[in-house]
Nanobody, 126 residues
């Protein structure tokens, strides 16, 4: 069965860094779009970063652009999110999510995914 499992979350001081990792299994990795999506209490669900293997494009939310980097390793079937210069505003539950390539637009623009991980908590202290 298709699965996504996140890891790497934790507590970090403002200005610090974390690297989140999403391990995927059970599907054709290169035919899916993958995103990191975060949810914080009282805030709208936000697509932090997204990429589609169908066209090779990558998206970053304006709030994280220049600080976060998404990367993938097709051989290991993992998708990582390197987060630098973390701010308290980055505190949220971070999900790895994926959709089949034809639905990449929905995933990357609307945060609507076919598959979700369980989430990993990121807390940034001031």
């Amino acid at each position: 069965e298709m699965q996504l499992v996140e890891s790497g979350g934790g507590l970090v001081q403002a200005g610090g860094s974390l690297r989140l990792s999403c391990a995927t299994s059970g599907f054709t990795f290169n035919h899916y779009a993958v995103a990191w999506i975060r949810q914080a209490p009282g805030k709208e669900r936000e697509v932090v970063s997204c990429f589609s293997e169908s066209d090779g494009t990558r998206y970053y939310a304006p709030s994280v652009k220049g600080r976060f980097t998404i990367s993938s390793d097709s051989s290991k079937m993992t998708v990582d999110l390197q987060m630098n210069s973390l701010k308290p505003e980055d505190t949220a539950l971070y999900y790895c999510a994926a959709s089949e390539s034809p639905s990449a637009w929905r995933l990357c623009t609307k945060a609507l995914a076919d598959y979700w991980g369980q989430g990993t908590q990121v807390t940034v202290s001031s």
